[in-house]
């Protein structure tokens, strides 16, 4: 069983990412989950994680603001995707929830800290800020990390919030260098694997003809978020990003993944954010991220629909 800390902003495939999660109680324990801003300001994010934990009766997990300004450059959102809430489509009942005092950026060093060394996951979902502070307050606990896995980057799509980058690294490029060259084991899950799986029709009614709340909640989040995409990308259905990260813990087999030298652009305002990936090799650098290339995107919906099926 891996113990995990998610950081977040759900965002409608966060949101199906968290449900994966919380459906898979033998393979992960839920330390915490640290709100984000990204998709959305940080009030709506904690707001939306609550939404997301309470709709699958996961009332127990301890939830904390991270920190709610980039580093260096000012906050850049997502409400042309996933809405004004960033977590539209669907009718959520009244948040219950109040966040932990406790700031992100504590809990994660208390936690690690409290853990063995090399025990503890990071499911990094959104921009790095929190994660990358946590690790500049106190850098002992880059030793009870097992590893960052992380949707983040692109090479062969370069981008999607720029013409050079990836939303999650372009919301805080120095948040996300900090991260890469902390040392840790990093896995990276980046739009050159989440552009192969593709929230087709036929893929989203599986969801809703499970006949849960969980079930067809997953089916109007998806569907609202996919309006922007399907209009960019012109393909039969939008990219599916958050899910990757709970898939690639469980089935890794699915993925096929290259030991790069991974750095990150912050410097040029044509490029800021951009992920310089040395795929092939070109260089004698350190090699400090496992980067995914492909996915079989059948095996992928068939046991995200599996876990999805397993709530209410």
């Known amino acids: 069983m891996r113990d995990l800390i998610c950081i977040t902003d759900p965002g409608q495939e966060q949101a199906v990412a968290l449900w994966t999660i919380l459906a898979s109680p033998e393979e992960f324990r839920m330390l915490a989950v640290v709100a984000s801003a ?16 309470e709709l699958a009766g996961a009332t127990e997990v301890p939830v904390h603001r991270g920190v709610a300004q980039p580093l260096l ?4 959102t997502a409400a042309h ?9 669907y009718d959520f009942p009244p948040v219950q929830g109040e966040a932990e005092s406790e700031t992100g950026v504590a809990a994660i060093i208390r936690l690690c800290r409290a853990a063995p060394p090399r025990s503890v996951t990071i499911a990094q979902f959104s921009s790095m ?11 002992d606990i880059a030793d ?32 996300a260098a900090i991260v890469l060259e902390s040392g840790i084991p990093l896995v990276m899950l980046p739009l050159d694997v989440t552009h192969q799986l593709r929230n087709t029709r036929e893929r ?8 849960t709340e969980c079930g067809r909640a997953v089916d109007a989040l998806l569907t609202f978020s996919e309006t922007f995409d399907l209009a960019k990308y012109g393909w039969e259905g939008a990219p599916l990003h958050g899910p990757v990260v709970p898939l690639y813990l469980l089935r890794p087999e699915l993925f096929r993944c290259r030991l790069i030298n991974a750095r990150v652009e912050t410097g040029s305002e044509l490029t ?4 310089v990936a040395d795929y092939w090799q070109i260089t004698e650098l350190p090699r400090n991220v496992l980067y995914a290339r492909d996915v079989d995107a059948d095996a992928f919906y068939a046991e995200l629909t599996s876990r999805i099926a397993r709530l209410r």
Do not use: C, K, Q, W
């Not at 800020?129 to 850098?139: K, R, S, Y």
């Open 38 to 53: 990204g998709n959305t300001s940080l009030d709506n994010t904690v707001r939306n994680v609550f939404a997301v934990l």
């Open 73 to 76: 450059r000012p906050l850049v």
């Open 81 to 89: 995707v996933h809405g004004e809430t960033g977590l539209d489509g």
């Open 129 to 139: 800020t929190t994660l990358a502070v946590a690790l500049t307050e106190a850098p």
């Open 144 to 175: 009870h990390i097992d590893e960052v896995v992380m949707m983040a980057g692109a090479y062969f799509e370069v981008g999607n919030i720029t013409p050079a980058a990836e939303f999650n690294i372009y919301v805080d490029p120095h948040a």
């Open 204 to 211: 989203l009614d599986a969801f809703s003809a499970l006949g």
């Open 272 to 275: 800021m954010g951009m992920l």
